[in-house]
Nanobody
Framework: QVQLVESGGGLVQPGGSLRLSCTAS????????MSWYRQAPGKQRELVAA???????NYADSVKGRFTISRDNAKNTVNLQMNSLNIEDTARYYC???????????WGQGTQVTVPS
């Protein structure tokens, strides 16, 4: 059974930082590209950051220079370091695993990040 479990969300003041983590089980982690998405109320889910199995990362323009995605293949974990948070970053953040060759994709349940105005 495949599981992606996110952690690290919470309430943070504007300008603050949070570190999200997603731990995968039931998959060969090194065969999967990992990514973080977010969805704010009334908005579509959007890609925040992604990292390939080889460690190449890319980011949404809105988070470039503030967020950093990383992966630890030994721990089956992908992290998202979020700095200089602002109210526009308020959303539920989801971890996604996508097989690098096939169409297998898996999602976590999400973790809430709230930056109050």
């Amino acid at each position: 059974q495949v599981q992606l479990v996110e952690s690290g969300g919470g309430l943070v003041q504007p300008g603050g930082s949070l570190r999200l983590s997603c731990t995968a089980s039931g998959i060969i982690f090194t065969m999967y590209g990992m990514s973080w998405y977010r969805q704010a109320p009334g908005k579509q889910r959007e890609l925040v950051a992604a990292i390939t199995s080889g460690g190449i990362s890319n980011y949404a323009d809105s988070v470039k220079g503030r967020f950093t995605i990383s992966r630890d293949n030994a721990k089956n974990t992908v992290n998202l370091q979020m700095n200089s948070l602002n109210i526009e970053d308020t959303a539920r953040y989801y971890c996604k695993a996508a097989h690098q060759l096939y169409r297998n994709t898996y999602w976590g349940q999400g973790t809430q990040v709230t930056v109050p105005s």
